[in-house]
């Protein structure tokens, strides 16, 4: 299958700091990337769907001047978390969506893991 | 209710074992994905499906649309298998992926 890469896979930061996380399709154009955040022992939430371009549509509760999503270019996504909090520590994945003949494909990231101390 | 159900929610297994993980829902579905999801967190997709059965290597999935209802069959079963398996499905009237909570297979040599 397609190739999602995510870096940094791991980060740990102060309070009250801004992370970049950056999500790239590696060998193909992605339609449409998928920000998602996961807590221990639970599945994944979708925090918001970004197309190439325009702006991010996100999920009820999740805010957009916290978690600013930038979508460059059809293989580079990114997701900023703005003056963290501890209570943002959790395990950040994107996936990324791609059209193989009739069928939408959608790929996953390797995730990157956010403590905030 | 959730939307996806999982079952069981942990499955412990000795090593070449026959595995059966199972997956219901109650919308209308466009396609099911299975993933997996090793401890160090990255989620790998197995297989999507729209109709039928899909095999690649050890693992199997079927779906069947009526029932609403998919499997995941490991044969053969290997310490390495050991994983959470989600079942994800995306509805004919949205964009986005419905997941399961999961199944956490550990797998014994």
């Known amino acids: 299958g397609a190739v999602v890469s995510q870096h940094p896979s791991r980060v740990i930061c102060k309070s009250g700091t801004s992370v970049k996380i950056e999500c790239r399709s590696l060998?193909?154009?992605?339609?449409?990337m998928f920000w998602y955040r996961q807590f221990p022992k639970q599945s994944l939430m979708l925090m918001a769907t970004?197309?190439?371009?325009?702006?991010?549509?996100?999920e009820q509760g999740v805010e957009k001047d916290k978690f600013l999503i930038n979508h460059a270019s059809l293989t580079l996504s990114t997701l900023t978390v703005t003056s963290a909090h501890p209570e943002d520590s959790s395990f950040y994945i994107c996936?990324?969506?791609?059209?193989?003949?009739?069928?939408?494909?959608?790929?996953f990231g390797p995730g990157t893991r956010l403590t905030v101390l | 209710k959730n939307e996806v159900e999982q079952s069981p929610q942990n499955l412990t297994a000795q090593e070449g074992e026959f595995i059966t993980i199972n997956c219901s829902y109650s919308?209308?579905?466009?396609?099911l994905h299975w993933l997996q999801q090793h401890p160090g967190g990255g989620i790998v997709s197995l297989f999507m499906?729209?109709?039928g059965k899909k095999k690649h290597g050890r693992l199997i999935a079927t779906i069947n649309i009526q029932e609403k209802h998919s499997s995941l069959h490991i044969t053969a079963s290997h310490p390495r298998d050991s994983a959470v398996y989600i079942c994800?499905?995306?509805?004919?009237?949205?964009?986005?992926?419905?997941f399961g909570e999961g199944t956490q297979l550990t797998v014994n040599p």
């Open positions: 996936s990324a969506r791609v059209r193989t003949g009739p069928y939408n494909e959608q790929f």
């Open positions: 060998d193909f154009q992605a339609t449409t």
């Open positions: 970004s197309n190439e371009g325009s702006k991010a549509t996100y």
């Open positions: 919308v209308g579905i466009s396609a």
């Open positions: 499906l729209s109709s």
């Open positions: 994800a499905v995306k509805e004919t009237s949205g964009s986005r992926l419905t």
